[in-house]
């Protein structure tokens, strides 16, 4: 555990973003047939290793290295920090204003809601929001490494980022309710989805991945990057198994759990539930729910998927809430947060066993926002 207001703290300075500029290419002359030669001797041969008339590539910049697996990324007083699994050597990779200095009412300049590390460890995503830009340029997305080097900053509305299984691009909503980017991790907009209106239920949603990569999820809503027509399946609103195989469901009455494509669904849970989250291994899922018989006191359990044995881990009384947020790389233990009076991203940062042999224990204060890099172990 440690307190904001009492630690040491590296402090970096704000960075601005920029996009990564491509060098341009160095062309090739064409070997121009009889250059030099008689006109006996033929046309000269292209280049064994490159063709005529192509172009040597430019060199790509080398991806970042990635971050330690389950390291912590969270969001805090208008601040980001990436620190170890228990919220300890936090270090902070971008320094921005702090609540209401930058927008009344706002999280602060930078705050990490929802997914923030990507698959592979490489990238953070998270939101900034432009303190001096116009009203309707408030909110930004900024890919950053796990030292705080500005990747990109891109567009973006809502509150959820989504990465692609592959790490090579993020979904976000360009406009509220009506189109969605997918976004290269340098920038660069690689497609513009129109969500049918008809389709949309109201509600506070963002896009997601579907495990194949090629296609988003929203409020039950499949929409294909290749620009195909959208289309209803059932439980697609859900979350996937890491081996996109299964699908958990959570509803007002119950979890269910069904095949990948919504067939033979089942039900796990008889209950409220909310959260519902897959371990890297996909033996278990945590979620959160409410205590029968209270005025809302939230509970954070766990399902063992094979048996269906349900495991009671922590408690929040009063107008607190909980969520589970994911599990540790081995799937031993669980992130949650506790909001404060249903305030979103105050409240603050825990961890529990998830076979319940230990009480939850504290990571960081005065935050709710926070991700664990657990990354789903490679077939």
Partial sequence: MHDLENRPMTRMSPRRSHRLRIGMAVAIAML???????????????????????????????????????????????????????????????????????????????????????????????????????EDAWRHVVI???????????????????????????????????????????????????????????????????????????????????????????????????????????????????????SNPQEVFDGWVRDPVWSTTGDRIAFTTWKRGSGGERQLRVLDVATGTVTLLAEAGGSDQLEAIDFSPEGDRILFARIEDGRIGVGSLWSVNADSSDAPRLLVTVTSWGDWLSPAPTP
């Fill in 32 to 134: 121009i047939a009889g250059c030099g030669s008689s006109p006996e001797a033929g046309p000269t041969e292209p280049n064994s290793k490159l063709d005529a008339g192509t172009t040597t590539p430019s060199p790509q910049p080398s991806p970042p290295s990635p971050a330690r697996v389950g390291s912590l990324a969270y969001g805090v007083d208008g601040d980001i920090y990436v620190a170890e699994w228990d919220g300890s050597n936090p270090l902070r990779i971008a320094d921005g204003r702090p609540p209401n200095e930058c927008v009344q009412g706002w999280p602060g300049e930078y705050w990490g809601e929802g997914p923030i590390w990507s698959p592979d460890g490489r990238y953070l995503a998270y939101r900034h929001t432009n303190c001096d830009g116009p």
């Fill in 144 to 262: 950053s490494d796990p030292q705080g080097n500005v990747i990109a900053e891109l567009p973006g509305d809502g509150w959820d980022i989504s990465w692609s299984p592959d790490s090579t691009r993020v979904a976000v909503w360009v406009r509220f309710g009506k189109t969605i980017g997918v976004f290269g991790v340098d920038g660069e907009r690689q497609a513009l989805l129109t969500m049918p209106p008809e389709m949309l239920s109201g509600g506070d949603h963002d896009p997601m991945w579907l495990p194949d990569g090629e296609s988003l999820v929203l409020k039950g809503v499949v929409l294909p990057i290749d620009g195909r027509t959208p289309y209803h399946r059932p439980l697609s609103g859900g979350t996937y198994s890491p081996d996109g195989s299964h699908v958990a469901k959570a509803t007002r009455k119950s979890l269910v759990i069904a095949e990948a494509d919504g």
